[in-house]
């Protein structure tokens, strides 16, 4: 079965501002995003792709722009179902002052029992993401051969759903995995069962460097950030 390679979109306009998004319409890269899709082509030479597929939100299709611009060949697809987390009332609301709800302690400590006020549960998300990947699965094989290797830009709670399903986490465990915008996550496929080859690859180890203090970038206390988090500064 295929290899899929697993880019979150770059640093967002919501990331830097430490809101949640969700399907809020408008939400684009801001300058560092912009260069990390930039610098994307790069890390990516020499890997050849059978088909990118991106959630139709706009930061995954800025994310993928240079790419498509250097491989004038790859085929899109767009996918809704690795589109982000639908956070109904959540959505476009500051992550500071989601902090005190008390849902997020659900969200936080057993996601697959959270859902989201006018919106949908943690379950529902993780599981038709699964069901997109292994439709993809199956066509990218059909139409490309076993060996072939593809790519999906996604989102922080997606991807980390993904991951889960692929170590066999149970959902309430997905809190504890962690990826970077623009991060490249590699999983490859195979009959019996999936390897992690990569996890969050950035390339850098900025994220690492100790800040003075969080702000309203959606950091609580050591918890998991909601949606994926802004990145290094």
Not at 190 to 205: A, E, I, Q, S, V
Not at 207 to 233: F, K, M, N, Q
Request: glycine fraction near 12%; include cysteine.
């Amino acid at each position: 079965m295929p290899t899929l390679l697993l880019v979150r979109h770059g640093r967002s306009t919501a990331n830097t501002a430490g809101l949640l998004a969700g399907w809020t319409p408008g939400v684009a890269l801001d300058e560092r995003g912009a260069a990390q899709a930039a610098a994307l082509p790069a890390r990516l030479a020499g890997i050849p792709l059978a088909a990118a597929v991106a959630s139709p939100l706009q930061r995954c299709q800025e994310t993928l722009a240079p790419l498509l611009a250097e491989r004038p060949g790859l085929a899109l697809h767009e996918e809704e179902r690795i589109g982000e987390c639908h956070y109904g009332d959540w959505s476009g609301r500051k992550l500071s002052e989601l902090v005190g709800e008390p849902l997020m302690e659900i969200v936080q400590q057993h996601p697959s029992a959270a859902a989201f006020p006018g919106g949908e549960s943690m379950r529902a998300m993780a599981s038709r993401a699964g069901e997109a990947i292994r439709e993809w699965n199956a066509r990218i094989e059909a139409e490309h051969g076993a060996e072939a290797t593809y790519l999906m830009c996604s989102h922080g709670d997606i991807i980390k759903s993904l991951v889960a399903d692929a170590l066999g986490l149970h959902l309430d465990l997905f809190q504890r995995i962690s990826v970077e915008p623009c991060s490249v996550t590699v999983i490859r496929y195979t009959r019996t069962r999936p390897f992690l080859l990569r996890l969050g690859d950035t390339g850098d180890f900025a994220s690492l460097v100790p800040r003075e203090e969080s702000g309203d970038r959606g950091e609580a206390g050591g918890d998991a950030t909601v949606g994926g988090g802004a990145g290094a500064p």
